[in-house]
């Protein structure tokens, strides 16, 4: 979010400078490197042919070229057992759901692609909705354990909204003429996406300071913004934006009322827990597979194998293992040793066949505020860019409507945010 709007507050002409608290820009896209000398994203991203903007971002950056789309599968791990649901057939093929909830779920699937009043969807619990739409069975064996393994007890708040947009996002992967599912990436990841950013922000004069914590933010009666940092000098700026989460905005700013930060904190957020692994074998063909089985830790399994580029790891398999967690559960507590034994255990339990001698290398990674959890009535506790203190805006993934947390609506957001901040000014 804060690199893309400062590549377009860059074209509009303004100067601007970076405060990254970590040492390497990107946040939530950050690589790592997952065998020697070979990097990929910390979390699964995927691009989809249908994120206009995203795509006329990495266009603008220059990497156009570099982005290709593969043909992937869906899978439902259910009752102990793997079925993959991309074709037709395999989806008429699948036992647990009798034809007629097969036939409503279908029928259901393509109302909600087609639906538009997303602001009546949120004033209704996504259970309801989901009973409604697609009958108690589907519900039952389908959607409520899917809910309960991606929101936990989360689940019961959200609104149809949530579902809403997941379906709306990934319906539109299937290419209209031949009905095939199709994702992609930048050859090189978002490591790419993110150096050439960096390259072509440092080229229009950006200043990037990593390492570098935000402490405090403050304003003086001239309009001049003060930041005191972990860097131990204070920086003067004309303005400023804060990408940061809700929390952290609060934390940076002292003065805000009481009122505003109620506002801030209203919106609750799921943190990720995420499992890596560098396996010596493929262990689906599906990119994702989505588990409704209530014993396994995690929240899904997905093969990025399946979508990046063919060759980047030399017949490995690359696998993301995510549990989205909210503040008080428990696994945010435990240490990764123990994160890592629960989750390879049930791993195994799916994959009998696979051996710790398969495992190349695995690695843990945590978020804590990733996911702004959209509850009922969720737009209305939406904040404004513009904060109660002159010169001062915000822009973060709680802004995003009608869609789930991609980075699509990241650009989206970062377009609209430079936009306001230079017409102001």
């Known amino acids: 979010m804060g690199l893309a709007t400062a590549y377009y507050l860059n074209k509009k002409g303004h100067q601007v400078t970076i405060l990254e608290k970590e040492s390497e820009?990107?946040?939530?896209?950050?690589?790592?490197?997952?065998?020697?000398?070979?990097?990929?994203?910390r979390f699964y991203h995927v691009i989809l042919s249908t994120d206009?903007?995203?795509?006329?971002?990495?266009?603008?950056?220059?990497?156009?070229?570099?982005?290709?789309?593969?043909?992937?599968?869906?899978?439902l791990y259910t009752?102990?057992?793997?079925?993959?649901?991309?074709?037709?057939?395999?989806?008429?093929?699948?036992?647990?759901l009798s034809l007629m909830d097969k036939f409503r779920l279908g029928a259901g699937i393509f109302y909600t692609s087609k639906l538009n009043n997303?602001?009546?969807?949120?004033?209704?619990?996504?259970?309801?909705?989901?009973?409604?739409?697609?009958?108690?069975?589907?519900?039952?064996?389908?959607?409520?354990?899917?809910?309960?393994?991606?929101?936990?007890?989360?689940?019961?708040?959200?609104?149809?909204?949530?579902?809403?947009?997941t379906i709306r996002r990934y319906y539109g992967t299937r290419e209209s003429s031949s009905k095939k599912e199709m994702m992609g990436c930048v050859r090189g990841g978002y490591f790419s996406i993110l150096n050439n950013i960096k390259e072509k922000l440092l080229c229009n004069g950006t200043r990037i300071v990593t390492d570098c914590t935000v402490k405090k933010i403050e304003s003086s009666n001239g309009g001049k913004i003060t930041i005191h940092s972990s860097n131990d000098f204070p920086l003067e700026f004309d303005g400023i934006i804060a990408t940061t989460p809700n929390p952290v905005i609060n934390r940076m700013l002292p003065d805000l009322s009481a009122d505003y930060r109620s506002q801030l904190e209203a919106v609750r957020y799921l943190g990720?827990?995420?499992?890596?692994?560098?396996?010596?074998?493929?262990?689906?063909?599906?990119?994702?597979?989505?588990?409704?089985?209530?014993?396994?830790?995690?929240?899904?399994?997905?093969?990025a194998t399946n979508v990046?580029?063919?060759?980047?790891?030399?017949?490995?398999?690359?696998?993301?293992?995510?549990?989205?967690?909210?503040?008080?559960?428990?696994?945010?507590?435990?240490?990764?040793?123990?994160?890592?034994?629960?989750?390879?255990?049930?791993?195994?339990?799916?994959?009998?066949?696979?051996?710790?001698?398969?495992?190349?290398?695995?690695t843990v990674h945590r978020e804590r505020h990733v996911q702004p959890l959209q509850?009922?009535?969720?737009?209305?506790?939406?904040?404004?860019?513009?904060?109660?203190?002159?010169?001062?805006?915000?822009?973060?993934?709680?802004?995003?409507?009608?869609?789930?947390?991609?980075?699509?609506?990241?650009?989206?957001?970062?377009?609209?945010?430079?936009?306001?901040?230079?017409?102001?000014?």
């Not at 074998?281 to 830790?297: E, F, G, I, M, R």
């Open 25 to 41: 820009i990107g946040g939530l896209s950050r690589s790592t490197e997952i065998l020697p000398g070979t990097r990929w994203d």
């Open 52 to 75: 206009a903007d995203l795509l006329n971002f990495i266009d603008d950056i220059g990497l156009s070229l570099d982005v290709q789309f593969r043909e992937t599968k869906t899978g």
């Open 79 to 96: 009752d102990g057992q793997l079925h993959s649901m991309s074709t037709t057939l395999e989806f008429l093929k699948f036992k647990p």
């Open 118 to 165: 997303w602001k009546r969807l949120e004033k209704m619990y996504v259970k309801t909705w989901l009973t409604r739409v697609f009958g108690r069975r589907n519900y039952e064996k389908m959607w409520g354990p899917l809910l309960r393994s991606k929101l936990g007890r989360a689940s019961e708040q959200t609104s149809a909204a949530f579902i809403w947009a």
């Open 272 to 303: 990720v827990i995420c499992v890596t692994l560098v396996l010596k074998k493929s262990l689906t063909t599906c990119y994702v597979t989505n588990l409704t089985d209530a014993d396994l830790p995690f929240t899904g399994l997905i093969e």
């Open 308 to 362: 990046i580029p063919q060759g980047l790891l030399d017949g490995k398999a690359l696998i993301y293992l995510p549990k989205y967690v909210t503040p008080d559960d428990v696994f945010n507590e435990k240490p990764d040793e123990e994160i890592i034994k629960v989750f390879l255990n049930a791993l195994r339990r799916m994959f009998p066949d696979l051996s710790k001698d398969d495992i190349i290398n695995l």
């Open 375 to 425: 509850e009922i009535g969720y737009s209305e506790n939406i904040m404004p860019m513009k904060t109660p203190i002159k010169n001062v805006y915000m822009v973060n993934t709680t802004m995003i409507l009608n869609s789930t947390l991609n980075n699509n609506e990241v650009i989206k957001l970062a377009r609209k945010a430079a936009n306001l901040v230079a017409n102001d000014n």
